[in-house]
């Protein structure tokens, strides 16, 4: 049987996503330590949710870069209306969604805690040179330091937390999930005003080293709290303190399980499942979500400040509240998605983005900021929802040893909306001033809100083709299948070149289902058969030397 040959990129991408963990086999005295933390205090797996809370209130911070926009480009250029200080945080966004789909593997392969550490140093590091950049008038320090090392690092150690209380948790996934990402919109919260105080006493420079310094110290004492799951959490509904043979098994002891031929979503590797209609679909409906919220909460202070008459203070209160509608969205949509259901929860995120993002260009127009602000915040907790929903979503739809990668490869998806939609914004805006428009002028923002809002109805429209059910997703498609749908738990439509457009019957539904799972059987059964004469191929003619050689010859 001929091998298909592969190039080198493809190998070297697929080696990446689909390399095993690999198993580690550490001492006695490493698992008993594995139990404790900072050696005294008994490890309890519900002392994850502050520390991941901790974890993203560091890097939330992120979400409050809209304040420093005018102090920074005042700083370097002497105008605070220069606009080149917001580019920071498209930078941000697009180093940040890369990195995350780079390091989701990495992650699942080395666990939270070396990936939180390595996050705290680059965010850190990021920190200290947008001062240097600051000081020295280059904005270009301010874009690699922030932007490139910040954003990586705050990549990394958002995706940690995020992975680990999935698999911890497996009978809690919207919950561990809300408050897994709820932290970064805390930090939005608290950053919106914390720096005000400390730049007016030592300066804008210093302010980032001793928020940098502050945020090292935090995140490098959550390493020693984060750990590893143990693959029997991905099945357990106990709660409490980890049993020792748990932590045997966490340490890499083989656990021998019973052969089964029940098809699930777990049997997909992670290629299959990057590649599935459902990640695609997801793909299209997270951006969409993501879109007017990262636009509005980059430039929010100076909407605030520019076509409101607002002062500092008063944009910097707002941010500060819409951190915690940020905040709040995360959570209360995470929690709301174990009861309901993550789909049902994301059509109501972008239902209430599309309606609200209709009415924004009138409220602008008349400049009517009481209503402005108020729509703004829940446009943003249904934003903020939409993060707090999709770890739980891609756990349901691919399993919790791909969360990591799925969930790193979506965030693109962020970064996306965030760098496209950034410079259309941006060039939109440039366009109106060099028309003699200015940064007080409705039009400025008003335009942009129009293209925005066909985004968020082609996610809208997206979300619906989304299949959550297990037996949709896994039952191969009819021949001529073109196109499947469940409406409800009872009706399933589908349209095919051999049957036309039908309702398919739970009789036929259940008869597709057991074909697919005899096929299923027969085909582990023809492995495992296969498998078995290969081992006794091996033995009775195991590979020389010469063999070996032949094969290295070959390659080269």
């Given at each position: 049987m001929a091998v298909e040959k592969k190039n080198l990129f493809t190998r070297v991408v697929e080696y990446h996503y689909n390399r095993p963990k690999p198993i580690v086999q550490l001492s006695d005295k490493q698992k008993e330590r594995e139990k404790y933390i900072f050696g005294v205090l008994p490890f309890n797996r519900w002392l994850l949710f502050p520390s991941a809370v901790l974890v993203q209130f560091c890097i939330g911070s992120f979400y409050a870069w809209s304040i420093y926009n005018?102090?920074?480009?005042?700083?370097?250029?002497?105008?605070?209306?220069?606009?080149?200080?917001?580019?920071?945080?498209?930078?941000?966004?697009?180093?940040?969604?890369?990195?995350?789909?780079?390091?989701?593997?990495?992650?699942?392969r080395h666990g939270p805690r070396l990936g939180v550490f390595i996050g705290a140093i680059l965010f850190t590091l990021g920190h200290y040179l947008t001062a240097v950049g600051i000081h020295f008038q280059s904005i270009w320090v301010v874009y690699i330091g922030y932007g490139v090392f910040g954003g990586f690092g705050i990549a990394i150690t958002y995706i940690s937390p995020v992975s680990t209380l999935q698999k911890w948790f497996p009978n809690h996934r919207g919950l561990s999930g809300g408050f897994a990402v709820c932290g970064f919109g805390a930090g939005s919260v608290a950053f919106g005003q914390i720096p005000l105080p400390i730049i007016k006493s030592v300066g804008l420079p210093l302010n980032f080293v001793i928020?940098?310094?502050?945020?090292?110290?935090?995140?490098?004492?959550?390493?020693?709290?984060l750990r590893v799951a143990p693959d029997s959490m991905s099945s357990s509904t106990t709660s409490g303190n980890i049993s020792s043979e748990s932590v045997d098994q966490e340490m890499g002891s083989p656990v021998i399980e019973e052969e089964n031929y029940i098809p699930s979503v777990n049997d997909k590797t992670i290629t299959q499942s990057l590649l599935s209609k459902e990640f695609r679909?997801?793909?299209?409906?997270?951006?969409?979500?993501?879109?007017?919220?990262?636009?509005?909460?980059?430039?929010?202070?100076?909407?605030?400040?520019?076509i409101f008459g607002k002062s500092k203070e008063t944009a910097a209160m707002v941010?500060?509240?819409?951190?915690?509608?940020?905040?709040?969205?995360?959570?209360?949509?995470?929690?709301?998605?174990?009861?309901?259901?993550?789909?049902?929860?994301?059509?109501?995120?972008?239902?209430?983005?599309?309606?609200?993002?209709?009415?924004?260009?009138?409220?602008?127009?008349?400049?009517?900021?009481?209503?402005?602000?108020?729509?703004?915040?829940?446009?943003?907790?249904?934003?903020?929802?939409?993060?707090?929903i999709i770890p739980g979503f891609l756990t349901d739809l691919f399993g919790p040893k791909k969360v990591s990668t799925c969930h790193g490869i979506i965030l693109t998806a962020w970064s996306v909306s965030g760098i496209f939609g950034g410079v259309i914004f941006t060039e939109i805006m440039n366009a109106l001033k060099h028309s003699g428009y200015t940064v007080h002028d409705p039009i400025i923002y008003t335009t942009n809100?129009?293209?925005?809002?066909?985004?968020?109805?082609?996610?809208?429209?997206?979300?619906?083709?989304?299949?959550?059910?297990?037996?949709?997703?896994?039952?191969?498609?009819?021949?001529?299948?073109t196109f499947k749908i469940r409406l409800t738990s009872s009706i399933l439509l589908r349209i095919s070149t051999t049957k036309g457009f039908e309702r398919v019957s739970q009789e036929q539904q259940d008869l597709e289902w057991k074909q697919y799972c005899e096929d299923y059987k027969q085909k582990k059964l023809q492995e495992l058969n296969d498998n078995t004469n290969n081992d006794t191929e091996q033995q009775i003619h195991p590979p020389t030397i010469n063999d070996n050689a032949s094969d290295l010859m070959a390659q080269a």
């Open positions: 005018k102090p920074i480009d005042k700083a370097i250029y002497g105008n605070e209306n220069q606009g080149m200080a917001p580019i920071t945080f498209y930078i941000t966004v697009g180093v940040f969604g890369i990195s995350a789909a780079l390091m989701g593997p990495w992650i699942e928020i940098g310094s502050m945020f090292f110290v935090i995140l490098t004492l959550q390493c020693f709290i679909l997801l793909y299209i409906v997270f951006l969409a979500n993501s879109m007017f919220g990262l636009i509005a909460l980059s430039r929010l202070s100076n909407m605030i400040q520019d941010v500060t509240v819409n951190g915690i509608f940020n905040l709040t969205g995360r959570l209360g949509f995470a929690l709301l998605s174990d009861k309901i259901g993550r789909k049902p929860c994301y059509i109501i995120t972008l239902s209430a983005q599309a309606i609200i993002v209709g009415i924004l260009p009138s409220l602008v127009e008349n400049r009517s900021s009481s209503a402005f602000i108020a729509l703004i915040w829940l446009l943003t907790s249904a934003y903020g929802g939409g993060f707090g809100f129009h293209w925005i809002i066909c985004i968020i109805l082609i996610g809208w429209i997206c979300i619906w083709f989304v299949q959550t059910n297990e037996r949709d997703i896994l039952t191969p498609p009819i021949k001529g299948q």
